[in-house]
């Protein structure tokens, strides 16, 4: 099993800048990519980034510029870096370890609140 745990969240002034942290715990093994997606109230849950174990990065449309992933293998520790943030980046970010033979792993979720 992983066990992650999201940090960062919190109430930020559009424009503004938030840094959320994952702390991955267990057995971290055969995880091919890692992620952050983001779910806003009353919307389905979508992915905003993802770098793989060979450090592909790949970030959707409305963030590409303003969010970066980065992850510390020394710490088990995944990143999202959110600059110039706006309301709509509103909404839970949860983290994600996804491995071909083992599956998803998710955290409890951070809420982000980007006010106008």
């Known amino acids: 099993q992983v066990q992650l745990v999201e940090s960062g969240g919190g109430l930020v002034q559009a424009g503004g800048s938030l840094r959320l942290s994952c702390a991955a715990s267990g057995s971290i093994f055969s995880i091919n990519a890692m992620g952050w997606y983001r779910q806003a109230p009353g919307k389905q849950r979508e992915l905003a980034a993802r770098?793989?174990?060979?450090?592909?990065?790949y970030y959707v449309d409305s963030v590409k510029g303003r969010f970066t992933i980065s992850r510390d293998n020394g710490k088990n520790t995944l990143y999202l870096q959110m600059n110039s943030l706006k309301p709509e980046d509103t909404g839970v970010y949860y983290c994600?370890?996804?491995?071909?033979?083992?599956?998803?792993?998710w955290g409890n979720g951070t809420l982000v609140t980007v006010s106008s």
């Open positions: 770098i793989t174990s060979g450090g592909s990065t």
């Open positions: 994600n370890y996804y491995g071909f033979s083992r599956g998803d792993y």
